[in-house]
């Protein structure tokens, strides 16, 4: 926060009366009693920034191998289109590490298995590394793995075609719901109701 | 001597037992209604947040309420925590439980779909020979239900089908059907199946809850104290009367135990809720029913299609759009022989577009699909009765305890047969359909959701004339201890494919006027 800014908010706080300071100091198992807010009113709102504004997310649950096969079918599934900013202009890998890094082992293993599964096959077929497969080669072995699914809670039984439908699924949402694609719809004057909703607080938590 | 005896203790807050507050308090009865939750103050715990506010960017915490299928980032504080609230079932056999303890419960959230049951319900076992018929007959119900609706503003089309029995509707007019939504009717009416519309519960500001439309005026009466947070784990018999004398509770915050006294005791906790109640205060259950004939509907069905025309843009005005609502239309006619017994409604939608899932595509091909596809789609979906088996059942696992040191629930309940070829004939006959009208089907499957995702859990508290076979008699009232009541889904005898809430307003409205009549003979 500017410092001047924050000068500024300070400056507008009334000072807390004496005597009511002097009565909560007698009295300090009171909830507010003594030095702090405790009758404080029009305390200054502080502005924050979101960390994404201000810093990057450590990738450090895929191996180097896996999140750069993960960042390329990231660029190749969701590229930007039409105007909109695709996965790897909103970091949306990064983001799926950490989220797949806080998911249950079921998860985990889908995504480990299903990177390190394209991986070799792109050995096997084309002798070099996914993330440096070209276009053609790519499409070669996603387009198989391609399914409709009617039914999100019926997905294939083949795991390969079951991670890829998660990863493509995880990757359009994660970009969808990034800071950068709201910054980009705001500065394009555009409104994208989508992704905002009315959020509950926790409400009387134990 | 207790600090305080109230006339009655009602446990739980939302639908069923706001009615019974609203009900006693007005023919001056005193209530004392526990709450386990909070209250939720609308102004302060709401805010609107874009998803990248959010933690997790709106996919929600992994892992947390994995049981609650309409959970996700924006609502999950509204949900009970399954951390601290578990229950267990056997993996090869998913339930989802899905619950709310803020005051109000669940009324808070309903979807407001408005529907009686019709006798083809209440006497299931004469229509079709599935099930047992409840003690009761429409005719019954329909004053009740009659005066819910009044209360709850109930909007809908009458059209005099025994299936779909008509109420005390607000008057309203209809927009024309959209093109598509009129050639799905044509094409029903052509096979002999009646077209309507929602019957929908309009409330009070969008509202139709037990917090504006029924508490407000039961705390008007000065006669109805609520106290919130106040977890309910047993309830209280005399041991000289054999009467219910109260409950002990738990402080949700401080855990202190506490214990309320009261004359008459209703439970209007939710089914499961108030069936863990009475197994683990081990009362009520004389007839060895409790706990069983859990059941709720099917939901997940579904079939889209895609119309030529309106594909690229191209929709010309009054083609797309609106809804219609086909309330059961399957074994109304003992003559027609059907691979399954009982029935679902069908909602049909026009106008939707499709989904990413739709196409096996990805990147600009993806786009392009999602774009030609925008605005041309419909599609049907379905609320199907399930079975009622004894075998499906609760029963309190000893083994696992909520953070406040009460047994949990174990669930253990199975589809059968029955709802496979209910859900099968569905998506047959929504393809059917659509493709006779010329439309390319998009997607098709006759999957559903695990048992309790409807959130329409019923029947663990059965009604009937037999105290052998049922725990409630048909004024809700206890077999065994006339002075317990429980109003709220537990006493269903079969749920039929509608939303319960106005049955169980109705039940709840009728079973407190009786307790104020018994009350004032001196016979509870």
Not at chain 2, 210 to 224: E, Q, R, Y
């Amino acid at each position: 926060m500017k410092r001047r800014r924050f000068l500024q908010a300070l400056s507008t706080a009334p000072a807390v009366p004496a005597l009511v300071q002097e009565a909560n100091a007698q009295q300090p198992g009171r909830a507010g009693g003594g030095r702090g807010t405790g009758a404080a009113t029009d305390i200054p709102h502080i502005p924050v920034a979101a960390p994404d504004d201000a810093a990057d997310t450590v990738a450090k649950f895929f191996t180097p191998a896996q999140f750069a096969t993960l960042r390329k079918l990231a660029g190749i599934l969701v590229p930007p289109v039409k105007g909109n900013l695709g996965a790897l202009d909103t970091d949306a890998p990064e983001f799926l590490d950490f989220l797949v890094a806080s998911s249950p082992a079921d998860t985990q293993t889908l995504y480990r298995s299903g990177l390190d599964g394209l991986a070799a096959t792109a050995r096997r077929q084309f002798s070099k590394a996914f993330a440096d497969l070209d276009a053609k080669q790519a499409d070669q072995i996603l387009k198989p793995l391609l399914v409709q699914v009617p039914w999100v809670y019926d997905l294939p039984k083949d795991p390969m075609k079951h991670f890829l439908y998660q990863v493509h699924s995880d990757l359009r949402t994660a970009t969808r719901n990034s800071p950068e694609a709201a910054k980009a719809v705001a500065a394009s004057g555009r409104r994208s109701l989508s992704t905002t909703g009315l959020y509950w607080n926790p409400i009387d938590p134990v | 001597m207790p600090k305080k005896e109230y006339d009655v203790l009602i446990v739980g807050s939302g639908h069923s037992g706001g009615m019974a507050a609203s009900i006693l308090t007005k023919n001056g009865i005193s209530c004392l209604m526990l709450n386990a939750g909070p209250e939720a103050d609308y102004q302060r715990d709401r805010t609107t947040k874009a998803a990248h506010e959010l933690p997790y960017r709106g996919f929600n915490k992994p892992g947390r309420l994995s049981h609650v299928y309409q959970a996700n980032e924006f609502n999950a504080n509204q949900w009970v925590d399954e951390k601290e609230n578990p229950y267990t079932h056997d993996p090869a056999k998913p339930y989802n439980w899905v619950r709310v303890r803020l005051l109000g419960g669940r009324s808070l959230f309903w979807a407001r779909q408005s529907f009686r049951l019709s006798d083809y319900e209440f006497k299931a076992a004469e229509i079709d020979g599935g099930g047992d018929s409840w003690p009761i007959s429409l005719a019954d119900l329909a004053p009740f239900y009659s005066r819910v609706e009044g209360i709850f503003h109930v909007t809908g089309r009458k059209e005099g089908w025994p299936q779909f029995p008509d109420g005390n509707f607000i008057e309203q007019s209809y927009p024309s059907d959209s093109q598509t939504i009129a050639k799905v009717t044509d094409l029903c009416k052509a096979r002999g199946i009646g077209v309507s519309k929602m019957r929908s519960s309009q409330g009070e500001g969008g509202l139709a809850s037990s917090i504006n439309l029924l508490l407000p005026g039961a705390v008007d009466t000065g006669k109805l104290d609520i106290v919130s947070n106040a977890i309910v784990r047993e309830i209280t018999v005399d041991k000289k009367t054999g009467k219910a004398n109260g409950a002990f509770f738990i402080d949700r915050h401080s855990k202190r135990e506490m214990h309320a006294s009261a004359k008459v005791v209703i439970l209007a906790a939710g089914t499961l809720e108030t069936t863990r109640l009475l197994l683990n205060s081990g009362i009520a259950n004389s007839s060895g029913v409790l706990g069983h004939y859990l059941h709720d509907q099917i939901y997940g069905v579904s079939v889209v299609a895609s119309v030529p025309e309106a594909r690229d843009g191209k929709a010309k005005p009054g083609m797309m759009g609106g809804s219609a609502f086909i309330p059961r239309f399957r074994n109304l006619s003992k003559d027609k022989k059907s691979s399954f017994i009982k029935g679902y409604c069908a909602i049909i939608g026009s106008g939707g577009s499709a989904s990413p899932n739709h196409f096996p595509a990805y990147g600009e091909e993806l786009q392009a699909k999602l774009d030609s596809y925008q605005g041309s789609c419909v599609s049907g979906s379905i609320y199907g009765e399930r079975t009622v088996r004894f075998e499906n059942h609760v029963r309190i696992n000893k083994d696992v305890k909520d953070a406040w040191g009460i047994p949990a629930l174990h669930i253990d309940v199975k589809d059968t047969p029955n709802e496979f070829a209910m859900a099968k004939d569905a998506a047959d006959t929504f393809e059917e359909l659509f493709k006779e009208a010329g439309w390319d089907i998009l997607s098709k499957t006759d999957k559903f959701y695990p048992p309790g995702y409807s959130i329409h859990e019923v029947g663990t508290a059965r009604m009937g004339d037999n105290p052998k076979s049922s725990v409630l008699n048909k004024w809700c009232q206890s077999h065994d201890i006339k002075n317990l009541f429980v109003v709220d889904g537990s006493s269903f005898v079969t749920c039929g494919w509608q939303n319960p809430t106005m049955t169980i307003l109705a039940l709840s409205m009728r079973a407190s006027e009786y307790l104020v009549e018994e009350m004032r003979k001196g016979n509870v």
